[in-house]
Protein backbone atom coordinates (compact mmCIF):
# COMPACT_ATOMS: atom_id res chain seq x y z
CA UNK A 1 0.00 0.00 0.00
CA UNK A 2 1.25 3.23 -0.98
CA UNK A 3 2.02 5.48 2.13
CA UNK A 4 0.04 8.54 3.03
CA UNK A 5 2.38 11.71 2.60
CA UNK A 6 1.70 15.07 3.52
CA UNK A 7 3.20 18.41 2.63
CA UNK A 8 3.34 22.02 4.51
CA UNK A 9 4.21 24.59 2.65
CA UNK A 10 4.70 28.21 4.66
CA UNK A 11 3.61 30.80 2.99
CA UNK A 12 3.16 34.89 3.57
CA UNK A 13 2.33 36.98 0.70
CA UNK A 14 2.92 33.96 -2.03
CA UNK A 15 0.09 35.17 -4.74
CA UNK A 16 2.69 34.88 -7.23
CA UNK A 17 4.41 31.70 -7.07
CA UNK A 18 2.15 29.38 -4.75
CA UNK A 19 0.19 28.31 -7.71
CA UNK A 20 3.29 27.41 -9.68
CA UNK A 21 3.94 25.45 -6.17
CA UNK A 22 0.80 23.57 -6.00
CA UNK A 23 0.68 22.73 -9.78
CA UNK A 24 4.36 21.66 -9.38
CA UNK A 25 3.45 18.76 -6.87
CA UNK A 26 3.52 15.06 -7.82
CA UNK A 27 -0.32 13.89 -8.13
CA UNK A 28 0.97 10.49 -8.31
CA UNK A 29 2.11 10.61 -5.00
CA UNK A 30 -1.63 11.98 -3.77
CA UNK A 31 -0.04 14.33 -1.14
CA UNK A 32 -2.66 15.96 1.53
CA UNK A 33 -1.26 19.70 0.49
CA UNK A 34 -1.33 22.04 3.69
CA UNK A 35 -0.26 25.93 2.93
CA UNK A 36 -0.32 27.98 6.02
CA UNK A 37 -1.02 31.17 5.60
CA UNK A 38 0.95 32.82 7.86
CA UNK A 39 -0.15 36.81 7.81
CA UNK A 40 -0.77 37.42 4.31
CA UNK A 41 -1.74 41.03 2.78
CA UNK A 42 -2.32 39.35 -0.53
CA UNK A 43 -4.72 36.65 -2.04
CA UNK A 44 -2.29 33.47 -1.48
CA UNK A 45 -4.78 31.58 0.61
CA UNK A 46 -7.40 32.25 -1.89
CA UNK A 47 -5.19 31.04 -4.55
CA UNK A 48 -3.82 28.28 -2.43
CA UNK A 49 -7.11 26.87 -2.09
CA UNK A 50 -8.30 27.19 -5.59
CA UNK A 51 -5.63 24.68 -6.22
CA UNK A 52 -6.86 22.35 -3.81
CA UNK A 53 -4.72 22.69 -0.48
CA UNK A 54 -5.93 22.80 2.89
CA UNK A 55 -5.05 26.23 4.23
CA UNK A 56 -4.87 27.27 7.39
CA UNK A 57 -3.89 30.70 9.01
CA UNK A 58 -1.38 31.32 11.36
CA UNK A 59 -1.10 35.20 12.89
CA UNK A 60 1.90 34.77 15.08
CA UNK A 61 5.25 35.17 13.45
CA UNK A 62 7.71 32.60 13.44
CA UNK A 63 8.94 30.11 10.61
CA UNK A 64 9.26 27.12 13.08
CA UNK A 65 5.77 28.46 14.47
CA UNK A 66 4.24 28.56 10.78
CA UNK A 67 5.73 25.10 10.46
CA UNK A 68 4.06 23.76 13.77
CA UNK A 69 0.75 24.88 12.94
CA UNK A 70 0.96 22.49 9.95
CA UNK A 71 2.11 19.60 11.54
CA UNK A 72 -1.06 20.23 14.32
CA UNK A 73 -3.49 19.19 11.10
CA UNK A 74 -1.11 16.07 10.45
CA UNK A 75 -1.79 14.78 14.44
CA UNK A 76 -5.10 14.79 13.39
CA UNK A 77 -5.04 13.73 10.02
CA UNK A 78 -2.44 11.33 10.00
CA UNK A 79 0.31 10.36 7.71
CA UNK A 80 3.15 8.28 7.09
CA UNK A 81 5.58 11.03 5.55
CA UNK A 82 6.05 14.69 6.03
CA UNK A 83 7.16 17.02 3.10
CA UNK A 84 8.20 20.82 4.10
CA UNK A 85 8.17 22.77 0.90
CA UNK A 86 8.44 26.90 0.68
CA UNK A 87 5.82 28.64 -1.37
CA UNK A 88 8.25 30.84 -3.22
CA UNK A 89 8.96 28.09 -6.22
CA UNK A 90 12.54 28.40 -5.73
CA UNK A 91 12.47 24.51 -5.07
CA UNK A 92 10.94 22.08 -7.68
CA UNK A 93 8.07 20.22 -6.24
CA UNK A 94 8.14 18.43 -9.42
CA UNK A 95 10.93 16.56 -8.03
CA UNK A 96 9.66 15.69 -4.33
CA UNK A 97 9.36 11.80 -5.36
CA UNK A 98 13.29 11.74 -4.69
CA UNK A 99 12.83 12.72 -1.46
CA UNK A 100 9.97 10.18 -0.67
CA UNK A 101 11.54 7.45 -2.59
CA UNK A 102 14.24 6.92 -0.14
CA UNK A 103 12.09 6.72 2.95
CA UNK A 104 9.64 4.48 0.89
CA UNK A 105 12.40 1.66 -0.50
CA UNK A 106 15.37 2.16 1.23
CA UNK A 107 14.15 2.90 5.35
CA UNK A 108 15.57 6.04 5.53
CA UNK A 109 14.14 8.67 8.70
CA UNK A 110 15.17 11.76 6.77
CA UNK A 111 15.91 12.88 3.61
CA UNK A 112 17.53 16.31 2.58
CA UNK A 113 17.64 18.66 -0.30
CA UNK A 114 21.05 19.52 -0.60
CA UNK A 115 21.67 23.05 -3.05
CA UNK A 116 24.99 23.88 -2.80
CA UNK A 117 26.14 21.68 -5.72
CA UNK A 118 26.97 22.85 -9.22
CA UNK A 119 23.22 22.08 -10.40
CA UNK A 120 22.25 25.55 -8.43
CA UNK A 121 21.42 28.63 -10.34
CA UNK A 122 23.97 31.18 -9.36
CA UNK A 123 21.15 33.72 -8.69
CA UNK A 124 19.03 32.11 -6.62
CA UNK A 125 21.39 32.40 -3.44
CA UNK A 126 23.26 35.83 -2.74
CA UNK A 127 27.09 35.04 -1.62
CA UNK A 128 25.75 35.96 2.43
CA UNK A 129 23.11 33.21 2.48
CA UNK A 130 25.87 30.89 0.59
CA UNK A 131 29.02 31.87 2.90
CA UNK A 132 26.59 32.12 6.04
CA UNK A 133 24.91 28.60 5.82
CA UNK A 134 28.42 27.39 4.98
CA UNK A 135 29.56 28.42 8.46
CA UNK A 136 26.35 26.96 9.92
CA UNK A 137 26.37 23.42 8.76
CA UNK A 138 30.48 23.27 9.59
CA UNK A 139 29.84 24.54 12.90
CA UNK A 140 27.45 21.84 13.11
CA UNK A 141 29.35 18.92 11.72
CA UNK A 142 32.28 19.99 13.75
CA UNK A 143 30.97 19.74 17.12
CA UNK A 144 28.46 17.12 16.71
CA UNK A 145 30.59 14.74 13.70
CA UNK A 146 27.35 14.84 11.68
CA UNK A 147 28.60 15.16 7.24
CA UNK A 148 25.73 17.55 6.10
CA UNK A 149 26.22 19.77 3.57
CA UNK A 150 23.41 22.23 3.29
CA UNK A 151 20.33 23.35 5.66
CA UNK A 152 17.74 22.84 2.56
CA UNK A 153 14.03 23.81 3.51
CA UNK A 154 12.75 20.89 1.07
CA UNK A 155 13.16 17.61 2.83
CA UNK A 156 10.98 14.99 3.75
CA UNK A 157 10.68 12.70 6.64
CA UNK A 158 9.03 9.83 8.16
CA UNK A 159 6.59 10.86 10.57
CA UNK A 160 7.16 8.63 13.31
CA UNK A 161 10.51 9.37 13.63
CA UNK A 162 9.53 13.43 13.10
CA UNK A 163 7.64 12.99 16.76
CA UNK A 164 10.32 11.59 17.68
CA UNK A 165 12.26 15.39 17.29
CA UNK A 166 10.11 16.78 19.48
CA UNK A 167 10.64 20.05 17.52
CA UNK A 168 10.19 23.47 19.46
CA UNK A 169 11.43 25.97 17.68
CA UNK A 170 9.67 28.72 16.69
CA UNK A 171 11.20 30.50 14.38
CA UNK A 172 15.03 30.52 12.71
CA UNK A 173 16.39 27.49 14.13
CA UNK A 174 14.10 24.54 13.00
CA UNK A 175 15.87 23.56 10.30
CA UNK A 176 19.19 23.43 12.33
CA UNK A 177 17.41 21.91 15.13
CA UNK A 178 15.90 18.84 12.70
CA UNK A 179 18.70 18.02 11.44
CA UNK A 180 21.18 18.25 14.99
CA UNK A 181 18.31 16.15 16.58
CA UNK A 182 18.27 13.77 13.80
CA UNK A 183 21.84 13.11 14.25
CA UNK A 184 21.58 12.98 17.85
CA UNK A 185 19.75 10.47 17.67
CA UNK A 186 20.60 8.09 15.27
CA UNK A 187 18.22 8.38 12.45
CA UNK A 188 19.32 7.24 9.24
CA UNK A 189 19.98 10.42 6.87
CA UNK A 190 20.35 10.93 3.49
CA UNK A 191 21.01 13.91 1.13
CA UNK A 192 20.10 14.45 -2.62
CA UNK A 193 21.81 16.60 -4.71
CA UNK A 194 18.32 19.06 -5.82
CA UNK A 195 18.29 21.91 -8.43
CA UNK A 196 17.20 24.87 -7.07
CA UNK A 197 16.49 28.36 -8.62
CA UNK A 198 15.53 32.45 -7.66
CA UNK A 199 13.07 32.58 -5.64
CA UNK A 200 9.39 34.32 -6.95
CA UNK A 201 9.64 37.78 -4.79
CA UNK A 202 11.51 38.73 -2.25
CA UNK A 203 12.84 36.99 0.83
CA UNK A 204 11.35 37.73 4.18
CA UNK A 205 14.61 36.38 5.95
CA UNK A 206 17.33 36.68 3.39
CA UNK A 207 16.15 39.46 1.19
CA UNK A 208 16.82 42.13 3.94
CA UNK A 209 19.50 42.89 6.11
CA UNK A 210 18.10 42.16 9.53
CA UNK A 211 16.60 39.26 8.58
CA UNK A 212 20.02 37.66 7.35
CA UNK A 213 21.68 38.49 11.07
CA UNK A 214 19.08 37.67 12.99
CA UNK A 215 18.29 34.25 11.02
CA UNK A 216 22.25 33.86 11.32
CA UNK A 217 22.63 34.50 15.10
CA UNK A 218 19.74 31.67 15.63
CA UNK A 219 20.94 29.27 13.88
CA UNK A 220 24.32 29.41 15.25
CA UNK A 221 22.96 29.46 19.00
CA UNK A 222 20.71 26.80 17.94
CA UNK A 223 23.63 24.85 16.07
CA UNK A 224 25.86 24.89 19.94
CA UNK A 225 22.50 24.53 21.83
CA UNK A 226 21.81 21.30 20.50
CA UNK A 227 25.25 19.47 19.38
CA UNK A 228 27.22 19.36 22.29
CA UNK A 229 25.94 15.98 23.60
CA UNK A 230 26.94 12.84 22.08
CA UNK A 231 25.11 10.46 19.51
CA UNK A 232 22.79 8.02 20.48
CA UNK A 233 23.69 4.46 19.09
Request: a positive charge.
Given at each position: MSPKIGVIIPARDEEDSIAHVL???PADLSPCVVVVNNRSTDRTAEIARAHGAV?????????GRVMLTGLEY?????????????GDYSDYPAEMGRLVQPIVEEGY??????RLNPLLDKESLGPHVIYGNKL??????????????????????????????????????????MQ?????????????????????????????????????????YMVFRRCLWPRRR
Amino acid sequence: MSPKIGVIIPARDEEDSIAHVLRDIPADLSPCVVVVNNRSTDRTAEIARAHGAVVINEQRPGYGRVMLTGLEYFARHPVDIVVFLDGDYSDYPAEMGRLVQPIVEEGYDLVLSTRLNPLLDKESLGPHVIYGNKLVVFLMNLLSGSRYTDLGPFRAIRYDALRKLDMRDLNYGWTVEMQAKAWRLGLKVMEVPMRYRKRIGQSKISGTIKGTVLAGSKMIYMVFRRCLWPRRR
